[in-house]
């Protein structure tokens, strides 16, 4: 299967800056997830979507953020005005066959 | 989602056969058992998922007893590149919009 890719690996931003996280699923694939983990803590759920649309969200996902697939093939996440707790890694996963999640490897963001 | 109940830790040395079991008391009918391995700052990976009795594949094995109130991942011949942490989660998994929910997990060191 291939596997989900995510970019950038590392992304250092001011607090109050707006990042776009970016992942390339593969097409063909209908649900798609964010998820992120705080350094040493558990990951989390932010968002699902299908069918180009949300289909669910955590209380995490306010509304500073949100997720859009602009071209049919590229995933992304965008946080508009970054918080110093928003310092953690983000995971884009995709739905697999068993409806498992395969995920990305993740882009660390860094707030500072 | 059925609450599970991981040991937070184990050790082993190298070679040695891994069982890691997960207790979910209010396992409802139509929920699965999927575990995950997650390395650090690397995203969750799948690893085996079964509904009862005993499922295996290249990598490890799933017993699951008859009442399924709880579940063993089975790792024969670890190594060192085994350690990580390892998440049991219990969900109606009939579609790709259930969120997957991650515990704290089990972290396994292997020791050479």
């Known amino acids: 299967e291939p596997e989900v890719t995510q970019t950038p690996s590392h992304q250092v931003t001011q607090m109050g800056q707006e990042v776009i996280l970016r992942c390339v699923p593969i097409s063909n694939h209908l649900y798609f997830y964010w998820y992120r983990q705080i350094l040493g803590q558990k990951v989390e759920f932010l968002v699902s979507f299908y069918n180009n649309e949300i289909s669910e969200k955590s209380e995490i996902f306010d509304d500073q953020f949100s997720v859009e697939r602009p071209d049919g093939s590229n995933f992304t996440l965008k946080i508009r005005s970054t918080k110093l707790e928003d310092s953690a890694m983000y995971f884009c996963?995709?739905?697999?066959?068993?409806?498992?999640?395969?995920f990305g490897q993740g882009t660390r963001l860094t707030v500072v | 989602l059925a609450k599970t109940t991981q040991p937070i830790s184990m050790d082993s040395y190298e070679g040695q056969e891994v069982n890691i079991t997960c207790s979910h008391n209010n396992i409802a009918t139509n929920d699965y058992i999927t575990w995950y391995q997650q390395f650090p700052s690397q995203g969750p990976r799948f690893i085996i998922q079964g509904y009862k009795t005993k499922v295996t594949n290249e990598v490890a094995s799933l017993f699951i007893p008859a009442d399924r109130k709880s579940s063993t991942l089975s790792l024969p011949r670890v190594s060192l590149s085994d350690t990580a942490v390892y998440y049991c989660l219990v969900g109606e998994w009939n579609s790709g919009n259930t969120p997957l929910v991650f515990g704290k997990g089990t972290r396994l060191s292997v020791i050479a």
């Open positions: 996963a995709r739905e697999g066959p068993a409806t498992e999640a395969f």
